[in-house]
């Protein structure tokens, strides 16, 4: 699809976190190559954000794509996805990666069997210290980040057990992109993931564009 109006454009590096603005109507088109962990507030009411239950739960089903909604736990639609170019699934159920998670993975023997890595590849931190940094000044503590919308994570599960499992299912160079509209003024949120289970190395482009 095409849009006008680009407002400002940003490059975002590996493993950072970066936050701003949406009034209602504007877009935000995300592009990459890995895994982008994205989260929305109402920007009059901070306490209501997204919510990954909701979104699954009134939209019955686990993976959203164009035309879907962003819900939040009140109910309320925050984003419509305009545009999904990605070949595999988003998830709505893995959570924010972070370096406690990693050790405790790494303490139960299970680094290399979740993240398919050498430990000594374990990134100093993750998406719950991208994504609390740059949500502080807003004073939204760690406690209030809701677990995120993992774009470009796609992961397996398994259909008998229920098993989570990564997947090496990526976007292809030079990168896939979302699309998503605000329904209300946002405060938006994301982290470029460091991407462990593929060995991430690549940013991320964020690129905002006037309501229609």
Known sequence: ?????????????RNTGFVFDL??????????????????????NLRERFDQARTKANQRKVFISTGDLLVSKLNNTLMTILEDTFEGHHDLQEGMCSRKRHELAAARGLWEKTYGRPVSEMPPHGCTENLSGVLAP???????????????????????????????LRPKPPGAHVTLRAE???????????????????GATVAVFAAD
């Open 138 to 168: 807003y004073g939204i503590p760690l406690e209030d980040i809701p677990s995120p919308f993992n774009i470009f994570q796609h992961m397996i599960i398994h259909q008998d057990t229920g098993e989570l499992e990564h997947s090496k």
């Open 1 to 13: 699809m095409t849009l006008k109006n680009v407002l400002w454009e940003r490059q975002l590096p």
């Open 184 to 202: 209300m003024n946002l405060l938006t949120a994301l982290s470029v993931c460091p991407d462990t289970s593929v060995g991430g190395t690549t």
């Open 23 to 44: 009034a209602a109507g504007q877009s935000v088109r995300i592009t990459s190559q890995s895994i982008i962990d994205f989260v929305c507030f109402n920007r009059e």
